[in-house]
């Protein structure tokens, strides 16, 4: 969701309403239980909700391949690390791609 979130303007961004959006998730997970939600016991995910029990790589892999690359410093070119290809990756995301990236 934070990705759809982080497109959407200002002006957008006013009129969201976020219904549960005062509670922390684990009140929600407290009233999950309490009103016996299917989902109660269901485990946090950072993958996509429609691909089901399918890895978000596995995905990602079976539709579009692998095209393996170098991850490079862009102000020394120093090689920081290797890719399978860009879109295994999320704007911010670290996963797998050796040390982390600091900005200076």
Known sequence: QSYFLCALSQDQLQRVLFPIGHLEKSRVRT???????P???RPDSQGLCFLGKVK???F???YLGESPGDILDAASGELLGR???LWFHTVGQRKGIGKSLLPQ
């Open 60 to 62: 990602l892999k079976a």
């Open 39 to 41: 989902n109660r016991h």
């Open 83 to 85: 890719h399978k290809g």
């Open 56 to 58: 978000f790589e596995d």
């Open 31 to 37: 009233l999950a239980n309490e009103f016996n939600l």
